[in-house]
């Protein structure tokens, strides 16, 4: 099973909202990621969990928080957003241990408005 | 930072065709993943590669890990119109924990 699930698939969302995103996958790895997408353009990494631990932030703003509650389950904390925030919001996770390669969910596509 | 270049950018050919892409890197990495991407999904893992000169296949896909570790292609063999799609190469070096994606290629099949 090389499934990454995540939820809402879509969403909706008001500049002074609090909304969260979730992600969650049962393969056993022990990282876990966070990307934004515009459309016809590569993934941006956000954030980097490793062993439940924030290893990368990519300078991201405040107004998004990650927070990995256990190995399973990866969330995206959103707060204040801004219209140009609007994108495809990626969940991946990899397997460590030498092993990198990224196994993507199908993504929350998210709306400011 | 790190950036792979990617091409072509585009390709429009007949089902039945084959297909090849490429990226380069002025930057070594010591793995290389190839990810196909429809419209509105998030991108699907096609081939990892682990080892430079390494050659694998998965059905009418083949990738190799170039020789000197900056580079890498895909070769996609009688293309059929479902591989139409946006298709990503990413370079990514273990220890640093993150991927360098390049632009993509956008495959349109006409059948």
């Known amino acids: 099973d090389t499934e990454v699930t995540q939820t809402p698939k879509h969403l909706v969302m008001g500049m002074t909202n609090k909304k969260s995103l979730k992600c969650e996958q049962h393969m056993g790895h022990r990282a876990m990621y966070w990307y934004k997408q515009k459309a016809k353009k590569p993934p941006e990494l956000m954030f980097v969990y490793s062993y439940e631990k924030l290893s990368i932030n990519e300078s991201v703003p405040s107004r998004f928080s990650p927070e990995c509650p256990n190995s399973s389950l990866l969330n995206l904390h959103l707060h204040a957003l801004q219209p140009e925030d609007s994108a495809l919001y990626l969940c991946?996770?990899?397997?460590?241990?030498?092993?990198?390669?990224?196994?993507f969910g199908p993504g929350t596509r998210l709306t400011v408005t | 930072g790190q950036q792979l270049n990617q091409s072509p950018q585009s390709m429009f050919i007949q089902e039945g065709e084959d297909v090849s892409m490429n990226c380069t890197s002025s930057s070594i990495f010591n793995t290389w993943l190839w990810y196909k991407q429809d419209p509105g999904e998030g991108p699907v893992l096609l081939i990892a590669l682990y080892k430079a000169g390494e050659l694998t296949s998965n059905g009418r896909l083949t990738a190799q890990f170039g020789i000197t570790r900056k580079d890498s292609f895909l070769n996609i063999s009688a293309s059929i119109p479902s591989d139409v799609g946006i298709y990503f190469c990413a370079g990514l070096n273990t220890n640093a924990g993150k991927s360098t994606f390049g632009d993509g290629t956008t495959l349109t099949v006409k059948p």
């Open positions: 991946a996770s990899s397997p460590g241990g030498g092993r990198s390669e990224q196994y």
